[in-house]
């Protein structure tokens, strides 16, 4: 069985947020066991999971990512669409696009501590679409 | 047709220890085509793939994941839970916490060097849950 | 359903490379709704998602990671396959191995600007399998 659902999420600011709910409420009933595939169709954003409780976590991943990769890097040559671009397509792939998260006993199947993060890398991202496949 | 099972893996040390067999061996008869998800549920440890051979591949990762994210980092401020914490969370998200694998007559399809890692970012993880689910 | 091809890509030079329509004209008739996963059997080479318009998108690609893991890393142990090959190891599993893409109306729903990157981080990695497993 396939089940497909997109999801339109609104304008978050760049960074680090938790999004389980609002996956976790939009979901069709899921299958006593099985697969979702969580997809963000951009290169500028990313899917992860962390810890979903201390916010702190998400600051620190914000401020990591840009030492790493600082809007400020002079030898970009894909530097059009502003500076918090390139960095955004880099870290975006750091991250990866998509989760394949266990459903068991028609719920998702995460750890005690793990979240699902929205990555905003763009200073003006808008909104993101998700496309959620849930496999049984 | 969907099969899962809970693997619980000992505790492992510090570093990037090589769990294809112990994977392998506590999975149920594989289908001869369709793919195995591999996943682990926690913040703090990821899994990855990477060459099954030379042990210096291991240590070498080890090494370089503490020289890109130092447990000395001083502008951290989620430290509550000890100077491995934080680092454990970054390095967790940038390998990735799930494998979706290829499995082909019966078998994981892997390439001849490649082998499954488990990624221990904590001094001390403890026991580490995988959750297995195959799709057939 | 489970349907399953091998790729076998030709020789790459060492970079980031679109390989989008390269994947998509091999494909049979994908079903309308499920997951496309593409696995590359290697460890020194890895496949991402990422902007499929501006080239110098993958040329920053390049120059971002040799300069994050140098060939010239003196502290390598790991270093009898030529001073590009541990590097080449930690590049793979930063990026990662695997895409699990949705597939609806019987095509690969990705965004926009999404195509499927190959990242080849040998000086010569030589020709690259890839299995493709379609779930439906």
Not at 55 to 73: A, C, G, W, Y
Not at 88 to 108: D, M
Request: net charge negative.
């Amino acid at each position: 069985m396939v089940e497909q659902l997109e999801i339109v999420l609104p304008p978050y600011k760049r960074g680090f947020h938790l999004i389980t709910d609002e996956i976790v409420n939009r979901l069709p009933n899921l299958p006593k066991e099985g697969i979702a595939n969580i997809f963000i169709k951009h290169t500028s954003a990313a899917i992860t999971i962390n810890e979903n409780a201390d916010s702190t976590v998400r600051t620190d991943f914000e401020t990591f990512f840009n030492r790493l990769i600082p809007d400020s890097t002079s030898w970009f040559t894909h530097n059009t669409e502003g500076n918090d671009d390139m960095p955004a397509h880099v870290k975006a792939s750091i991250i990866g696009q998509f989760l394949s998260i266990p459903i068991t006993n028609y719920k998702f199947n995460l750890g005690t501590w793990q979240g699902i993060y929205l990555c905003e890398f763009r200073n003006y991202g808008g909104n993101r679409r998700i496309t959620v496949t849930i496999l049984s």
